[in-house]
């Protein structure tokens, strides 16, 4: 089922006279393609052990993803600096304790300040933690009246009463339904968040977030092979990593890295890029996140890449209705991501994200997860719905639309105290 908003970003496009895009839904219609093998070199040798994956097959894989998909990062920052600005150790009616703490990222004498919310079960001393960015500021997940209002550039919203690009008192707690909280930290684990928009606001401009501290003088977009927004984000997920692992009432070796939908894309650009975070949770992240682009099943890179020109690569915009010439598929991003364990979400009325694509990259990157003595996802046909498979390689596919429940929540809190063996 197309939903609204999916047709809405059809007409935008179409109504930009761009070139005409038909959405595919249906199996027939995929084209007949193979998918690359992940046990192959790009020169054509075969690989068999987890030691020739990590020498060899891993580092080509990730330099490809690197320069011609997400964009590489062009070098080091000179310095990141932490503040905590706030604290209390009796938030959520007595049951959490709340920080929030300012990162500042500092290059060629320029700045971004970015803050991380923290809730952490009271009384855990090191806890472990999921870490999620969110689309309309920290305040939006919560009701919790402490949490400060970004001051950055946030995409209007009539749903969550956002005006002028202003975040204000109005939509806090409006997103509270997608963030599971209590749950979260009943189960002993703690929860972070930071606004995307503070890293890289979400709109077709390179020059007003993290990619403009690395500017040259009179630069104004990153080179072809160089970060769009997702990398950016990617980024900024490790630096709240930086900042974890100062902490001390946080386990920086049990962070998972979890994102919605084009926030998904970016945890696990973040996973695969950054090997401290401990796991990868991607939430219904279709195109360019988990789904197999060749199968131009709903999305496709056409079509993302024209209506988010800003996301990829500027190099990735050589496989707009050209996935055939893609020596490689998403499959391999979740593959750079093993053998941490990874999982996989989807929605039954998701059909521009690809549920079975999304579910098909988890099958195909079980290989190298087998390399390595991990189980990942046997066998090729979906579980039905509301049966989860929860190996290292972890997969479920739910009722419902685009979006996070509590019944994702439910699951990623189960899956993760056994792979973080935690077992509370
Ligand atoms: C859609 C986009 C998807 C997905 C989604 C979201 O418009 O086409 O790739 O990222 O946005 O982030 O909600």
Redesign the pocket.
């Given at each position: 089922m197309k939903t609204l908003?999916?047709f809405t970003?059809l007409l935008f496009v179409c109504s930009m006279s761009f070139a005409q895009f038909e959405t595919n839904y249906e199996e027939r219609n995929v084209p007949k393609f193979s998918v690359p093998d992940p046990l192959t070199t790009f020169a054509g040798e075969k690989i068999s052990t987890s030691e020739d994956w990590i020498a060899q097959r891993r580092p080509e894989l990730l330099k490809f993803f690197e320069n011609k998909v997400y964009g590489k990062v062009p070098g080091n920052l000179d310095e990141v600096t932490f503040k905590l600005l706030e604290e209390n150790k009796n938030a959520l009616n007595g049951k959490a304790r709340r920080k929030q703490v300012e990162v500042t990222l500092t290059k060629n004498e320029k700045s971004i300040r970015f803050t991380i919310l923290i809730y952490l079960p009271k009384n855990s001393t090191l806890a472990p933690i999921f870490l999620g960015y969110n689309f309309f500021g920290n305040h939006s997940i919560t009701t919790d009246t402490n949490v400060f209002i970004s001051e950055a550039w946030a995409m209007n919203s009539e749903a969550l009463s956002i005006s002028e690009h202003r975040l204000t008192e109005v939509s806090r707690g409006l997103r509270a339904h997608r963030w599971a909280i209590e749950k979260i930290i009943d189960r002993g684990f703690g929860l972070a968040t930071i606004y995307y928009g503070e890293i890289d606001p979400d709109k077709n401009d390179l020059m007003d977030g993290l990619q403009n501290l690395f500017y040259e003088k009179g630069q104004e977009r990153p080179e072809r092979n160089e970060w769009g927004s997702l990398a950016a984000w990617a980024f900024g997920y490790s630096r709240a990593l930086d900042y974890f692992e100062q902490d001390n009432n946080i386990d920086a070796s049990k962070v998972l890295v979890f994102g919605?939908?084009?926030?998904g894309?970016a945890a696990l650009w973040a996973g695969a890029t950054d090997k401290r975070f401990a796991g990868v949770i991607s939430n219904n992240?279709?195109?360019?996140?988990a789904a197999l682009s060749k199968r131009r099943f709903g999305?496709t890179i056409n079509?993302?890449n024209t209506?988010?020109p800003h996301w990829f690569s500027y190099n990735f915009k050589n496989y707009n209705n050209n996935e055939e010439a893609l020596p490689v598929d998403q499959h391999q991003l979740l593959a750079l991501i093993a053998p941490r364990p990874l999982y996989v979400a989807s929605a039954k009325e998701d059909e521009?994200?690809d549920p079975k694509g999304e579910f098909l990259s988890a099958y195909h990157a079980s290989q190298i997860y087998g390399l390595f003595g991990k189980k990942g996802i046997s066998n090729i046909e979906m579980p039905e719905v509301h049966k989860p498979i929860h190996n290292t390689i972890a997969y479920h596919i739910r009722e419902g639309k685009?979006d996070v429940t509590d019944y994702d929540w439910e699951q990623y809190v189960t899956w993760a105290s056994e792979f973080l063996k935690l077992n509370r």
């Open positions: 908003f999916h970003i919605h939908s084009r926030l894309k992240s279709g195109c360019g996140g999305e079509v993302i209506s988010f521009w994200a685009h």
